[in-house]
T-cell receptor, first 110, second 114 residues
């Protein structure tokens, strides 16, 4: 079945710096790759997604890139702010379900 | 509008007891998912409903776990003979599509088995 690996597990940055989180997946049939943000005590919330026919997508300070050949995709957050501090999960869709990575705890220091 | 509602938010039980966790999805969402999240881990897929039927239950860890969605709306996750290893946050999500659309998650039910 699909396996999603995510790195790093923790990431600390200074406010205003950029943050990059990387994921790899195993099943070439996966065609949808969302990113979710989870704050303490809350359920995950979608922040951006990308489909397999697109290589890059941007939404304000957040961008996602996809390399289908290499089976990896990345989340880029620019001009980080303290409110970006949370746990971020990548996911890959296979057979109508999402398989999640293990998460990255991002801390943005003022 | 109302989001996905899960009850109870916290459940403490003793080893061997039976537990039911309830999920009330967003109105009109036909797809409903159950995930389990252990501390420091990503959500782990358990089961997926399309309407009333379980379209994929491949993530249920064993036959102590069962889920129903009899009228295509509210779903109940049932765990028999609970074990300490079942302790986790159980997340429910709903979607207007399946697989390649946004999942709307509830806040989860935290289960602690003593």
């Amino acid at each position: 079945g699909e396996n999603v690996e995510q790195h790093p597990s923790t990431l600390s940055v200074q406010e205003g710096d950029s943050a990059v989180i990387k994921c790899t997946y195993s099943d070439s049939a996966s065609n949808y790759f969302p990113w979710y943000k989870q704050e303490l005590g809350k359920g995950p919330q979608l922040i951006i997604d990308i489909r397999s026919n697109v290589g890059e997508k941007k939404d304000q300070r957040i961008a996602v890139t996809l390399n289908k050949t290499a089976k990896h995709f990345s989340l880029h957050i620019t001009e980080t702010q303290p409110e970006d501090s949370a746990v971020y999960f990548c996911a890959a869709s296979i057979s109508d379900k999402l398989i999640f990575g293990t998460g990255t705890r991002l801390q943005v220091f003022p | 509008g109302a989001g996905v509602s899960q009850t109870p938010s916290n459940k403490v039980t003793e080893k061997g007891k039976y537990v039911e966790l309830r999920c009330d999805p967003i109105s009109g969402h036909t797809a409903l998912y159950w995930y389990r999240q252990s501390l420091g881990q990503g959500p782990e897929f358990l089961i997926y409903f399309q309407g009333t039927g379980a379209a994929d239950d491949s993530g249920l860890p064993n036959d102590r776990f069962f889920a129903v969605r009899p009228e295509g709306s509210v779903s109940t996750l049932k765990i028999q003979r609970t074990e300490r290893g079942d302790s986790a946050v159980y997340l429910c999500a709903s979607s207007s599509t399946s697989g390649t659309g946004e999942l709307f998650f509830g806040e989860g039910s935290r289960l602690t088995v003593l």
